[in-house]
Each structure stands twice: as structure tokens, then as C-alpha cells.
């Protein structure tokens, strides 16, 4: 424990050059911030590449480990009843999986009928009003590249949608997966984790038939405000000051306040897991979600650029207004264990902490539907309490939240859910009570 043990009179550390808002000179910026990094790692008395052995030693074993129990035909994707979860007899080994791969399907969070009741209603939702006539083509370059049908729509304020973001099965999953996480440290509150923010996404509906590229690996937190923004140091502290071992994935310490850098792919809420709930049945062949089910990987996609091999203004890809790539060239070791849902049926849910990478697989004539609704477990903090103020005017104007193109569609629509609609959940999530 030595070589991770802090000093006991460390000094002053090197101080972080910071940018609260994107900086007009990327690569100036890249430039002056990498050597910082390396300085501060280096004050902990080892080197950079000696710090990122360590992580790349960890996460090896678990790749190891991964690619052993695929090979042994075993499920790497955690899978948990829904009625363990509301009678609180999750088993101490299931909880220890669901840490360890940072993933989960929730078997059953709705029954089958009520996911494809809400699956029904959308369609009449947006027929209703129609959406298909009025479509005027994909409204962000990320999603939009999967094909010009719209396969994501665009919608956010459907009964079906607000329906399951107020149920009282959405908030006992979401209270359950927060608390996975440690929300309270250092006398601090990060977040509730009894109560959601209710974060509006929208819906997918791919049919039968489809042909998709699928979409590449990559992960949502953030872009260069990971490293640039003073939250996120402080977020990625052992990380940058040299003491790796002490970095926890699962520590929503400073993780709750500050600001991401604005991008057409960026999420102003925290949130703990990315989630969806299927709508309707799909195998694990057809074009699903994967993900690299190791929530410590973050130590290697953030430790990763500071090594000599990449160049002094890039930081492995990564740039501002795109996604953060994980990329065969720098990140090659966690792609190896790139790994898919099991099979999921109408009402089963699915999660991943929100810093695992992820992609969606490519397919070919596509069995059966695709459909999903995106709700994550975003819990009450000052960033979600703040975005809740913009969530609040689009619900009530039926626009598109900030976070999302200003397309709009719903402002007209008959049909919408209301305030009248909301429930407790509902009204607490949306800061009305
Ligand atoms: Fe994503």
C-alpha cells in the first residue's frame, strides 16, 4: 500500500488551469492542461506512467475476467426481479454485481401488458396528431445518423411517458439503483436518492425490418469538461492527484453542481444510471444495447491521454459538441469487453451507470420491434433541482426541453399530458411541491 499511501506533509500540488465554459482554443487549452495534470500526478511520487499501470493492472483483470465468463456462455449483463427490488430482498451477491458490472435489466419493472399499452398509446399519440406527415427529418447529428426514418421521436410529453416517469415502480427502481451510489460525504448532501427529477428524453420505435449501422462506442458524461471544468477536478481528484486507488466510481462527491460544456449530445441533468424501459420485446441479436460493464474503466478513459504516445494537444478524441468516443486506437483493452443485454421483454428495464461506455450494435433485417422509452435515474441535486426550472416550461408550453433540438412538435398537440395529470411523484420530480 506504500506506493498509494498520501504523504503525510504533501505541500502545495500543482495547481489546474480551468475553463467554466468551453475554451475558444481547444488544443491551446489541451496544451496547457496535460502538463498540469502530469506535474499534480507526479507530486504524489510517482510517474504518470506508473500511476496508469496501476488502473491499466485493475482493469485488465476485469476485462480478464469478463472475457472468461462469456466464454463460459455465462450472462455478463446483471439481471434483478422487479419484485426484489420492491420487497427489498435483492440478494447481497446480486448487489455485489450490479456494483462490479455497473449495469442491470430489471426483469419485470412493468408488467408486459402495461409496457405495451403505453407502446399502443404512443402510436396514437403521434398519429393523432400527425407527426409522421408533419416529420421534418432528424433534428441533431448523432442520433441522425442512424437513418433519415425517424426512429427516435422526438416526443417528451406523451401520457404513456409521464405515466411511467411518475410511477411509483419507475421511483422505487430509481431509488434503489441511487443508492448505489454514496450520495452524502464530507458533510455534504450531493443528492436525494428518494426522489428523481423525472429527466424528459424521448422514445425509439425501430421496426421490424430495419437495417442499422447501430451507433458506435462511446459514453454520455461529458466531453472536455471532464477534465476542464473546477467541479470535475474535483469530481476526478484521485485521479489527477496520483492516488488512483482511492478513486470511486460510485462517489457522487461534486459530481452534482457544476456545469456541462454545451454540445448537441450533452445531459445538464446528473444522473446516476442511463436507462430505458423496453416497450416491446427484443432479442439480444437484434441490434440492442451494449455496454463495457465496468464502471472503474472512467480511471482509464480520463488517465489515458496523459500518456506520451498521444499527441500533446489531443486528449484521446475527445472534443466539445460530439460525443466522447471510446476508440479502438487509444482505448482498445475496454473494448474487448464490449458486452450485450440478454433478451428483454415488454416492461423489463435497463441501466447502466452513467459513466460506462456503450454502443448500439449494428442489424440486419430486424425481428420484431425495437421500442423503448429513455428514462434514467436522475436524482434531486442543485444541477437537476436547476434544470428542472427548463423541464417545467416545456412541459407546461409542450416544447422540447434545452437539453434537446428545438423541434417543437408537441407545443399543438391534443393529448398531452398535463399538470392537472401529475401525481406526487410527478409534482415533486418536476420541483412543484
Ligand atoms: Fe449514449
Request: hydrophobic share 35%; net charge negative.
Amino acid at each position: 500500500m506504500s506506493a498509494s499511501t498520501r504523504n503525510e506533509a504533501p505541500g502545495v500540488l500543482p495547481r489546474l488551469p480551468h475553463w467554466e465554459s468551453p475554451p475558444t482554443d481547444l488544443k491551446a487549452a489541451i496544451a496547457e492542461l496535460k502538463p498540469a495534470l502530469r506535474a499534480r500526478i507526479e507530486a504524489s511520487g510517482r510517474t504518470v506512467e506508473e500511476v496508469f499501470a496501476v488502473v491499466e493492472r485493475r482493469i485488465t483483470e476485469r476485462v480478464e475476467e469478463i472475457e472468461a465468463a462469456a466464454g463460459r456462455g455465462e450472462e455478463i449483463w446483471p439481471v434483478i426481479d422487479y419484485a426484489e427490488i420492491e420487497a427489498g430482498t435483492v440478494p447481497a451477491e446480486a448487489l455485489a454485481r450490479l456494483h462490479r458490472r455497473g449495469c442491470l435489466v430489471v426483469r419485470g419493472h412493468f408488467p408486459r401488458e402495461q409496457a405495451l399499452a403505453w407502446d399502443a398509446a404512443t402510436v396514437e399519440y403521434v398519429e393523432s396528431n400527425r407527426f409522421f406527415e408533419n416529420y421534418r427529418g432528424p433534428g441533431d447529428d448523432f442520433f441522425g445518423s442512424v437513418g433519415s426514418k425517424p426512429e427516435i421521436y422526438p416526443i417528451y410529453w406523451s401520457p404513456a411517458q409521464m405515466q411511467a416517469r411518475q410511477s411509483d415502480r419507475m421511483a422505487t427502481v430509481q431509488a434503489f439503483l441511487n443508492a448505489q451510489w454514496r450520495s452524502e460525504s464530507e458533510g455534504v448532501q450531493w443528492f436525494d436518492p428518494g426522489r428523481d427529477s423525472l429527466y424528459p428524453d424521448r422514445i425509439r420505435r425501430r421496426p421490424p425490418g430495419t437495417n442499422s449501422g447501430g451507433l458506435g462506442t462511446h459514453l454520455d458524461p461529458g466531453t472536455l469538461d471532464l477534465w476542464m471544468t473546477e467541479g470535475n477536478q474535483r469530481a476526478f481528484r484521485h485521479l489527477f492527484d496520483g492516488y488512483v486507488e482511492e478513486y470511486d466510481p460510485w462517489d457522487a462527491a461534486h459530481r452534482t453542481s457544476g456545469p456541462q460544456y454545451p454540445g448537441s449530445t450533452m445531459c445538464s441533468a446528473f444522473r446516476t444510471f442511463q436507462g430505458w424501459t423496453a416497450l416491446s420485446d427484443m432479442d439480444h441479436d437484434q441490434g440492442v444495447l451494449h455496454t463495457v460493464p465496468i464502471p472503474e474503466a472512467m480511471a482509464y478513459l480520463m488517465l489515458r491521454p496523459l500518456l506520451s504516445d498521444v499527441p500533446a494537444d489531443d486528449l484521446c478524441g475527445v472534443t466539445t459538441g460530439q460525443v466522447f468516443p471510446a476508440l479502438e486506437r487509444w482505448h482498445a483493452l475496454l473494448l474487448r469487453a464490449v458486452s450485450g443485454i440478454p433478451d428483454v421483454r415488454a416492461g423489463d428495464s435497463v441501466w447502466w451507470h452513467c459513466d460506462l461506455i456503450h454502443s448500439v450494435a449494428p442489424v440486419t433485417d430486424q425481428q420484431g420491434w425495437g421500442n423503448v422509452m429513455y428514462i434514467p435515474a436522475a436524482p434531486w441535486c442543485p444541477r437537476n433541482e436547476q434544470y428542472a426550472a427548463e423541464v417545467r416550461a416545456a412541459f407546461d408550453t409542450g416544447a422540447s426541453p434545452s437539453d434537446f433540438p428545438a423541434e417543437h412538435y408537441e407545443r399543438d398537440w391534443s393529448g398531452r399530458f398535463t399538470r392537472d395529470d401529475l401525481n406526487r411523484v410527478g409534482r415533486r420530480g418536476m420541483g412543484l411541491e
